[in-house]
């Protein structure tokens, strides 16, 4: 199994401010990464596929790099809606699996 | 607009089998593949397998022997059933589809909003 680690777990940051999210494969995975956010008591909602493309209705504050084992999610500037919980996933290879999520805290 | 909805027992004792179903409302279930995932309280998500319009299935090894997936094209539904449950298998089961090709192919676009399951005495 291709194993999926996000750092930082969790994040403490501010209205306004620019964050990033790493999230490194096990092995190389191409461009097979998608990102997801999570809100309390909701299902998750795909938010960039293909490492940076943009899902329909996503704020373009969103963005994704990356490529090979190392990637990254960046909000451009946070917005009181954007603190959730976020998960890199890769769609490389069967089982498919998950980064262990990073929460976003005010 | 496509959606999902899962049902399920809510609760089911120690070393039963549990079996979820998740409904597609509207559109096609071909072109897709339909997945289960799960995520016990409080942790991370956890894909469990997949099922294609061909009945076609990928399991996760960690959870193989005891889960079967299955598909009903004339329904718009596909299951899961998931045996010898134990207190570790209580979770939120999500079903969830993703494109076959294309270039969300492989994404999880679509999520149902989860049904619980506790294992419990």
């Known amino acids: 199994d291709i194993q999926m680690t996000q750092s930082p777990s969790s994040l403490s940051a501010s209205v306004g401010d620019r964050v990033t999210i790493t999230c490194r494969a096990s092995?190389?995975?191409?461009?097979?990464l998608n990102w997801y956010q999570q809100k309390a008591g909701k299902a998750p909602k795909l938010l960039i596929y293909?490492?940076?493309s943009l899902e329909s209705g996503v704020p373009s504050r969103f963005s994704g790099t990356g490529s090979g084992t190392d990637f990254s999610l960046t909000i451009s500037s946070l917005q009181l809606e954007d603190f959730a919980t976020y998960y890199c996933q890769q769609s490389y290879s069967m089982p498919r699996t998950f980064g262990q999520g990073t929460k976003l805290e005010i | 607009q496509v959606q999902l909805q899962e049902s399920g027992p809510g609760l089911v004792k120690p070393s039963e089998t549990l079996s979820l179903t998740c409904t597609v409302s509207?559109?096609?279930?071909?072109?897709?593949?339909w997945s289960w995932i799960r995520q016990p309280p409080g942790k991370g998500l956890e894909w469990i397998a997949c099922?294609?319009?061909?009945?076609?299935?990928t399991y996760n090894p960690s959870l193989k022997s005891r889960v079967t997936i299955s598909i009903d094209t004339s329904k718009n539904q596909f299951s899961l059933k998931l045996s010898s449950v134990t207190a570790a298998d209580t979770a939120l089961y999500y079903c969830?589809?993703?494109?076959?090709?294309?270039?969300?192919?492989?994404?999880?676009?679509?999520w149902g909003q989860g049904t619980m399951l506790s294992v419990s005495s």
């Open positions: 293909a490492v940076s």
């Open positions: 099922v294609y319009d061909n009945a076609i299935t």
């Open positions: 509207v559109g096609s279930i071909s072109d897709y593949y």
């Open positions: 969830a589809r993703a494109a076959i090709s294309g270039n969300r192919r492989d994404a999880f676009d679509i």
């Open positions: 092995q190389g995975i191409s461009t097979y």
